[in-house]
């Protein structure tokens, strides 16, 4: 029998008195009523306890491991997958409203109080990367987040591996305590906060090599290293015009064959993760968005035109009906 803060002395007093009769054992929260279940003689199993700090999620796994626990079957909860485009795409508006808020405030001078860059980003990345793909969602968020923030500077690199790490590590941890039989509030305060400041600790050291590389990478797409390669401005000018007609074509090419999830869209985060502008961002712009908006332009002006056709086609429709009736 589950018991969900219920009332054994009261309202629900037969059930648990049959309970004690039967042999049937009882898990649950709520401090206070598994406290009086007790006392009524009823066996009581796994992680009952209150249920301060915990979730429908948590509650869930820490009865289903109790009930597993007694009848000796194994029980785990199913972890996160590897999916990137999914924590990418969800990323996008926060590091897209950072980066656009510094340049603003560089343009305008406005005095922003706090980096936004390293503050924000990697606690938003952290949580979602714990938990796209899991069942334990506000869990995932919670341990992600404090992952994220554990990551002491604008690494999305070190974020994502942070938060992916404590997603993995969340529900072993999560089910270990319940077996355990630790009450379901000790269960979730261990595995959602020690879990998600263990794992952003442990990815902490990678922020330095990540920023570096994607420094690197930053490096490489602006192009600023063309002039000391050429030497010459014509020659420089030439090779940047080439190299951005390659950039481009791939651009448009890749976005048709499922490249611009999985490749595209994480390097123009990568570019953005100083709360800086993308280079291949511009170029997405330049090669899709405004493609879109021409076809779409095309459209609206077109649409007298398209609308007559379309009267034209549906009288000719009817009349050939008419002549068939």
Same mark, same amino acid.
């Given at each position: 029998v589950?018991?969900? #803060?219920?009332?054994?002395?009261? +309202?629900?007093?037969? $059930?648990?008195? *049959?309970?004690?009769? @039967?042999?049937?054992?009882?898990?649950?929260?709520?401090?206070?009523?598994?406290?009086?279940?007790?006392?009524?003689g009823v066996r009581v199993i796994g992680s009952s306890?209150? #249920?301060?700090?915990?979730?429908? +999620?948590?509650k869930a $796994?820490?009865? *289903?491991?109790?009930? @597993?626990?007694?009848?000796?079957?194994?029980?785990?909860?199913?972890r996160p997958g590897a999916s990137l485009h999914g924590v990418v795409d969800s990323a996008l508006p926060v590091v897209l409203a950072v980066s656009v808020l510094r340049r603003a405030s560089a343009e305008l001078g406005w005095d922003v109080p706090v980096d936004l860059a390293s503050r924000v980003v990697p606690a938003v990345v952290g949580s979602l990367a714990a938990a796209e793909g899991s069942p334990l969602r506000e869990l995932g968020f919670l341990a992600g987040a404090a992952?994220?923030?554990?990551?002491?500077?604008?690494?999305?690199?070190?974020a994502l591996v942070a938060g992916k790490a404590a997603g993995y590590l969340l529900p072993l941890v999560l089910v270990g305590s319940a077996k355990a039989s630790f009450p379901?509030?000790?269960?979730?305060?261990?595995?959602?906060?020690?879990?998600g400041l263990a794992a952003g600790l442990a990815a902490a050291p990678l922020a330095g090599p990540l920023s570096a590389a994607a420094a690197a990478l930053r490096r490489a797409l602006s192009l600023a290293w063309v002039p000391s390669v050429?030497?010459?401005?014509?020659?420089?000018?030439?090779?940047?015009?080439?190299?951005?007609a390659v950039a481009g074509l791939a651009m448009s090419v890749?976005?048709?064959?499922?490249?611009y999830h999985v490749a595209f869209l994480p390097l123009i985060l990568l570019e953005m993760e100083q709360g800086d502008m993308a280079v291949l961002g511009?170029?997405?712009?330049?090669?899709?968005?405004?493609?879109?908006?021409?076809v779409c332009t095309a459209a609206l002006l077109r649409a007298p035109e398209l609308a007559h056709v379309a009267d034209a086609d549906a009288a000719m429709e009817g009349q050939q009906q008419q002549q068939q009736q």
């Open positions: 589950i018991s969900v #803060s219920s009332d054994p002395l009261g +309202a629900n007093r037969r $059930v648990f008195e *049959a309970c004690r009769s @039967a042999g049937v054992p009882v898990v649950g929260t709520g401090g206070s009523s598994i406290s009086q279940i007790a006392s009524l306890g209150g #249920s301060v700090a915990t979730t429908p +999620a948590s $796994v820490s009865f *289903a491991a109790a009930i @597993a626990a007694l009848w000796g079957e194994p029980y785990a909860v199913e992952a994220g923030s554990c990551v002491d500077s604008a690494s999305l690199g070190a379901a509030t000790a269960s979730t305060l261990l595995s959602v906060g020690g879990v050429v030497g010459s401005e014509p020659a420089s000018m030439v090779l940047r015009a080439a190299i951005g890749g976005s048709d064959t499922g490249w511009a170029m997405d712009l330049v090669t899709l968005c405004l493609t879109s908006a021409g």
